[in-house]
C-alpha cells in the first residue's frame, strides 16, 4: 500500500504570509494527523482530522488551521507566518499497534 | 509541561557496544510507549513500542525496557551499527488515543 505523502518538500515564504501544506494519508485510512517539530523540540501534535472533521488541536494558535477533504487527504493553512514557525511539518497515518506511518514531511522556512 | 522527557540531547557509542537511550515520564496515565527513529530529510519510522503491562519488549538488536515506578523507559541497542546514527524520539500515549506525546529527541552516533 502506499504510504503517506507530503507536498511540497520544502517551502520557503515570507514573514506575514501564509502556507498550505499538503497530505495524503496511507490509501483508505480515514485519519490524518499533523506535528510540527521546531528546532530543538520534539514533535509537537497539531491536529486531528478524521472523516472529514477537525477531531482535536494541540496548543497551537487559531492561525493554525486545516481541513480534510472528501477523499481524506488534508490541509495544514498557517496564516500570518511568524519567524518561529520555520519547522518540518510531519503528517501522519495512525496504524495499530504501532503508533504511526509519518511522511517525509514538509520543512517550512520562514524569512 | 513536558510530559516524556529525554534528558540526553546526543550519544556516541562505538560500533559493535551497547546503547542505552533513556526516557522519563510524568503522566502516570500513559500506558503504551514507543520509540521512533528519524534519519534527516525523513519522516520517523517505528522501532519497537511496549505496553504498561510488560517490562520489556525484545525486537532483534533492540529491546526497551519499562519501570513503571521509576516512570522510565530505556532503549537497548545491541551491537549498534553504524546505520543506527539517528535522532530517536520516545513517544507515550494514553489509552487506545493515538494521539501521541513525544520527547525532544536523542541524535545518536555510532562511530565504526
Known amino acids: 500500500e502506499a504510504g503517506v505523502t507530503q507536498s511540497p518538500t520544502h517551502l520557503i515564504k515570507t514573514r506575514g504570509q501564509q502556507a498550505t501544506l499538503r497530505c495524503s494519508p496511507i490509501s483508505g485510512h480515514t485519519s490524518v494527523y499533523w506535528y510540527q517539530q521546531a528546532l530543538g523540540l520534539g514533535l509537537q501534535f497539531l491536529l486531528w482530522?478524521?472523516?472529514?472533521?477537525?477531531?482535536n488541536r494541540g496548543n497551537f494558535p487559531p492561525r493554525f488551521s486545516g481541513r480534510q477533504f472528501p477523499n481524506y487527504s488534508s490541509e495544514l493553512n498557517v496564516n500570518a507566518l511568524e519567524l518561529e514557525d520555520s519547522a518540518l511539518y510531519l503528517c501522519?497515518?495512525?496504524?495499530?499497534?504501532?503508533?504511526?506511518?509519518f511522511g517525509s514531511g514538509t520543512r517550512l522556512t520562514v524569512v | 509541561d513536558q510530559q516524556v522527557k529525554q534528558n540526553s540531547p546526543s550519544l556516541s557509542v562505538q560500533e559493535g557496544r551497547i546503547s542505552i537511550l533513556n526516557c522519563d515520564y510524568t503522566?502516570?496515565?500513559?500506558?503504551?510507549f514507543l520509540w521512533y527513529k528519524k534519519y534527516p530529510a525523513e519522516g520517523p519510522t517505528f522501532l519497537i513500542s511496549?505496553?504498561?503491562?510488560?517490562d520489556k519488549n525484545e525486537d532483534g538488536r533492540f529491546t526497551v525496557f519499562l519501570n513503571k515506578s521509576a516512570k522510565h523507559l530505556s532503549l537497548h541497542i545491541v551491537p549498534s551499527q553504524p546505520g543506527d546514527s539517528a535522532v530517536y524520539f520516545c513517544a507515550a500515549s494514553e489509552g487506545s488515543n493515538y494521539k501521541l506525546t513525544f520527547g525532544k529527541g536523542t541524535l545518536l552516533t555510532v562511530n565504526p
Open positions: 503522566n502516570s496515565m500513559f500506558d503504551y
Open positions: 482530522y478524521d472523516e472529514g472533521e477537525e477531531r
Open positions: 511496549i505496553s504498561s503491562i510488560k
Open positions: 501522519a497515518s495512525p496504524v495499530s499497534p504501532i503508533g504511526y506511518t
